[in-house]
C-alpha cells in the first residue's frame, strides 16, 4: 500500500531504504489523467498518493537531456509557482532548492553518489540512448555498476515491458540480501512505434493518443511484478514519472525534442513501497 508523503526525508530514506526510479519514457501528462481517472490503471493507480498523478514539468524535452537533469537530481518540477524542494541535490552554491531533508551529495550524480554509499547501482535500458551500442548509447548506462539492454527491451518490441520486468527480478534475485539497491528502469513501451498496444490498430495507421494510452495500460498490467520485487527484501522509495511527452498531431507537432506543451508537460508520482508482513 502506499505511505503518502509529499516530499520524505530523503536523508533518512538513502542509507535505510532501497530506490527504484522507474521513468515511463515519453508518456504524456493529460493521457496518463484520463486513464488513471477512467479506472484503467489499478496498479500504478494503487500506489500513487490519492490515485492521481502530480502535473510536473520535465527538465528536458527528450530522453537524453532530461536524464542526465534527472541523475543530477533534477526531478520533474511541480507545474506551480516554487522554489520547490528536491529530493536529491548535487551540491553547489546558490542552490535555491536544496532544503532540509534534501538528500545533498558532493559526486556528479545520484547514481555515482550512491554507489559511494554502498548502494549496488543497476540500469534496465529501454529507448536507445541506453542500447550500449555506440558511443552515445552508452553515456548514461556507464553510469551504473550493472547495466543491461536487449532487443527485446526496445522500443519495437510489444512485449518490452515484461522482458525489462524479468531483467529485474533476475538483478535482485542475484543480488545479496543485505546489500542495497538502486533500480533504473526505462520503460520504452510508450515511446514510438506503440501503434501495436491497441487491438485492431495497424501500422499504416500509425501511432496515436489512443494508442500511447494502450502502451500505459500495458505498462500497467506488468508494473506490479517490479513493484513487487522491488519490496521483497526491504522497503523501497519508489520514483515513478515521464522523462517528457510527445505530440500526436497538437497544434501541427509531432514527437518530442521541442517546446510544447505536450511535451514539457509530465505525470509523476513517488510513494513507499513497504515489504511483506
Known amino acids: 500500500m502506499t505511505t503518502p508523503d509529499p516530499r520524505p526525508d530523503m536523508t533518512e530514506v538513502i542509507g535505510r531504504d532501497d530506490v527504484l526510479l522507474l521513468t ?23 500506489h500513487l498518493p490519492g490515485g492521481q498523478w502530480q502535473r510536473r514539468h520535465a527538465p528536458g524535452s527528450f530522453t537524453y537531456a532530461s536524464h542526465h537533469a534527472i ?9 506551480a509557482p516554487g522554489p520547490h524542494p528536491r529530493l536529491f541535490a548535487a551540491r553547489f552554491a546558490g542552490s535555491e532548492t536544496t532544503a532540509d531533508g534534501t ?8 547514481v555515482t553518489a550512491l554507489a559511494a554509499r554502498g548502494y549496488h547501482t543497476a540500469c534496465v535500458g529501454g529507448v536507445g540512448f541506453f542500447n550500449k551500442q555506440g558511443a552515445l548509447g552508452s553515456v548514461l548506462p556507464g553510469l551504473f555498476a550493472e547495466s543491461h539492454w536487449e532487443k527485446e527491451f526496445s522500443v519495437a518490441s510489444p512485449t518490452s515491458f515484461e522482458a ?10 542475484a543480488l545479496p540480501e543485505d546489500r542495497q539497491l538502486f533500480l533504473f528502469v526505462n520503460a520504452s513501451a510508450l515511446h514510438q512505434p506503440n501503434w501495436f498496444h491497441l487491438p485492431g490498430a495497424t501500422r499504416e ?14 505498462i500497467d498490467r506488468h508494473v506490479g511484478r517490479l513493484f513487487d520485487v522491488m519490496r521483497s527484501r526491504r522497503r523501497c522509495f519508489a520514483i515513478v514519472c515521464s522523462d517528457h ?5 497538437d497544434d501541427g507537432y509531432t514527437g518530442h525534442r521541442l517546446g510544447h506543451e505536450s511535451v514539457w508537460t509530465v505525470p509523476y508520482g513517488h510513494f513507499f513501497l513497504e515489504p511483506p508482513a
Do not use: K, M, W
Open 71 to 79: 541523475f543530477a537530481g533534477f526531478l520533474p518540477t511541480p507545474a
Open 164 to 173: 525489462q520486468v524479468a531483467c529485474a527480478e533476475r538483478i535482485v534475485s
Open 205 to 218: 495507421a500509425g501511432d496515436s493518443r489512443a494508442t500511447h494510452a494502450a502502451a500505459l495500460e500495458y
Open 24 to 46: 515511463l519514457d515519453t508518456l504524456r501528462y493529460d493521457v496518463a489523467v484520463e486513464a488513471a481517472a477512467a479506472g484503467r490503471l489499478p496498479n500504478l493507480a494503487a
Open 245 to 249: 511527452g510527445t505530440a500526436y498531431g
Open 103 to 110: 538528500f545533498v551529495f558532493d559526486e556528479p550524480d545520484l
